[in-house]
């Protein structure tokens, strides 16, 4: 169990450009969930995968951004035309059931400029 | 009204006192409750959760739940300066978790 790994760490792009983030969890845990957490906020809820299957996304979560977990292990957020307000700290979290609490990675920090 | 509210501090407490850490929230049916520990520039990390209304002790740490008040606490005892971070409620509801802002806890030696 290495806990769950996210990719990059960091990330600058200029505004306009697409970016891809990666998240492998822990390799047991079939839920796996993206947050996005800005500067003295908590981390707010972007979207859920049970297994392959994304059962939930967030009303807020704008169409330019899109998930996958292909195969039930890693998942890819990515962000297209990219806008400032993009700039945030990108969580990703796995967990083995509901009301165990979630572990989560190190993160993935968006700057855009 | 926010989900989940916390003051958001900072809460400063000398070292070796009882730090207590509050959050309500606005969900009736919500049933698991968390609390998440976060260091400046680290991502959350799960201290405890608490299903039933009353106390739960682990180590210096005591989660108090109460239902029909709608509201949860985190009391650190003997709080030590590592204790220092944010420290995130979180409630879970459906497919998600929904957490508060956070509180910012300075323990000062």
């Known amino acids: 169990d290495t806990g769950v790994s996210q990719d990059p760490r960091h990330k600058i792009t200029k505004r306009g450009q697409n970016v891809t983030f990666r998240c492998d969890p822990i390799s047991e845990h079939n839920r796996l969930y993206w947050y996005r957490q800005t500067l003295g906020q908590g981390p707010e809820f972007l979207t859920y995968f049970q297994n392959e299957a994304q059962l939930e996304k967030s009303r807020l979560l704008s169409d330019r951004f899109s998930a996958e977990r292909p195969k039930g292990s890693f998942s890819t957020l990515e962000i297209q035309r990219t806008e400032q307000g993009d700039s945030a700290m990108y969580l990703c979290a796995s967990s083995l059931a509901q009301g165990r609490g979630y572990t989560f990675g190190s993160g993935t920090r968006l700057t855009v400029v | 009204q926010k989900e989940v509210e916390q003051n958001s501090g900072p809460l400063s407490v000398p070292e070796g006192a009882i730090a207590s850490l509050n959050c309500t929230y606005s969900?009736?049916?919500?049933?698991?409750f968390f609390w998440y520990r976060q260091y400046s520039g680290k991502s959350p990390e799960l201290i405890m959760f608490?299903?039933?209304?009353g106390d739960k002790e682990d180590g210096r740490f005591t989660a108090q739940l109460n239902k029909a008040s709608q509201y949860v606490s985190l009391l650190i005892r003997d709080s030590q300066p590592s204790d220092s971070a944010t420290y995130l409620c979180?409630?879970?509801?459906?497919?998600?978790?929904?957490f508060g802002a956070g509180t910012r806890l300075t323990v000062k030696p």
């Open positions: 608490i299903y039933s209304n």
């Open positions: 969900d009736r049916g919500s049933q698991s």
């Open positions: 979180a409630l879970e509801g459906g497919n998600d978790m929904r």
